[in-house]
């Protein structure tokens, strides 16, 4: 159940409640990051209530509830579009040709609950904004980007109607997170966000009425004495990757100091945003460092509603690829062997429903849409303590 998800959320508060005096380090180390592994128990938590057929195999990337509607990036063939799971049923809107092995577009939840889907596009790639209600004509064109191995990029609708985009591109300094934001169909210059003393990757992008929040991985290699090749055991620091965050406004300056989410001496292969309601947010992030070999990361959380950053706690352990699914007092996530597991209060259960699957959103119900990594039809979940 790899989790690739995005989060997109629109707030109706003016104020960024955490933009005040920073504390510009989370030196802390999680809590219980030394706790007696979960205990696995041998009866399932999770079962599949329905399915809803596909419109024919599709790649389906991240995903983005829009009330009662899940809305996703989908490829089918050489076509790029969104999928729209309304109910019991699922519909396939193409926006353009596919280019390569590029990921599928990503859905932009618009204030009048519209989906927008932004993709890379064309020879050299660029950063495309379609409408698919009329795809033939972009919405906006971003600029091709220097030769970079990395594809992530995220974006934000704001309350004003722009429309903020971050990707990761390489740089002089290093790889680097630059942004934009778009207006009126035109997007304006280029400005990089991340620090030059650090390479960032992995943009996400959170709107809270005026500000943007915008999280990544940052990392700084180790001196070249010390970057010789050598077997990875438990607790061998190879590179330090940690969670950053700036708040910045529309204009893409920043209102407030560089924050450290993360201990410095962390190892963050992948993190996930998720809104819980008013300002507050929680970022979920996974720990690569091994406390055995072949036990996998450790899932942290961070609850994140003022200037007072708390340290992480321990979510889930582990973890494989990816970074858990929380659904009400459920974390679902693939575990070093890729089988699908949930936690909940601290016990751990096989859940084979999310065995080559992953999760894509939560429904309004408590229920979760879950899709295969190959397959034709979705999965409605319902998990019971």
């Not at 970079?148 to 974006?155: G, H, I, M, T």
């Not at 740089?171 to 030059?196: H, Q, Y």
Request: aromatic share 4%; with cysteine; glycine share 8%.
């Amino acid at each position: 159940m790899t989790r690739a998800l995005g989060i997109f959320f629109l707030l109706s508060t003016t104020q960024c409640s955490w933009c005040a005096a920073p504390k510009p380090t989370a030196d802390d180390e999680p809590k219980d990051r030394d706790a007696a592994p979960a205990a696995l128990e041998g009866k399932p938590r999770c079962e599949s209530v329905s399915k809803i057929a596909l419109p024919g195999p599709l790649e389906i990337g991240r995903a983005a509830p829009i009330g009662s509607r899940v809305v996703a990036g989908a490829r089918r063939g050489d076509r790029d579009g969104l999928l729209e799971v309304d109910g019991l049923t699922a519909r396939f809107v193409e926006t353009s040709s596919a280019t390569g092995d590029l990921p599928p577009p990503l859905p932009i939840v618009t204030g009048d609950s519209k989906a927008l889907a932004l993709a890379y596009e064309g020879h050299p790639r660029h950063l495309v904004l379609r409408d698919p209600s009329s795809p033939a004509t972009p919405i906006v064109e971003l600029p091709p980007e220097a030769a970079d191995e990395s594809l992530a990029y995220d974006a934000v609708a704001r309350s004003d109607g722009s429309i903020a985009i971050a990707w990761d591109a390489a740089s002089d300094e290093g790889e680097a997170i630059f942004a934009t934001v778009v207006r009126n169909g035109k997007a304006g210059a280029a400005v990089r966000l991340s620090p030059k003393d650090v390479d960032a990757d992995t943009p996400r992008l959170v709107a809270l009425g005026p500000t943007i929040l915008a999280f990544w991985i940052a990392h700084r290699a180790l001196p070249p004495s010390d970057a010789a090749p050598q077997a990875e055991g438990p607790g061998q620091d190879l590179d330090h990757a940690w969670m950053e965050m700036l708040a910045f406004d529309d204009a893409l300056e920043p209102t407030a100091p560089l924050r450290h989410l993360t201990p410095d001496a962390g190892r963050i292969t992948f993190f996930s945003v998720e809104p819980r309601g008013g300002a507050s947010l929680d970022l979920i992030a996974r720990d690569g460092i091994e406390l055995q070999p072949g036990q996998g990361g450790t899932a942290l959380v961070l609850h994140i509603s003022g200037p007072d950053l708390p340290a992480p706690t321990v979510l889930a352990d582990h973890v494989g690829r990816g970074v858990p699914f929380v659904a009400g007092d459920f974390a679902l996530f693939d575990d070093a062997t890729d089988r699908g597991r949930a936690s909940a209060d601290g016990a751990l259960s096989p859940e084979p429903t999310l065995d080559a699957a992953r999760a894509l959103a939560a429904l309004p119900d408590g229920e979760v849409l879950v899709a295969p990594v190959a397959g034709t039809e979705l999965s409605v979940l319902r998990c019971r303590k």
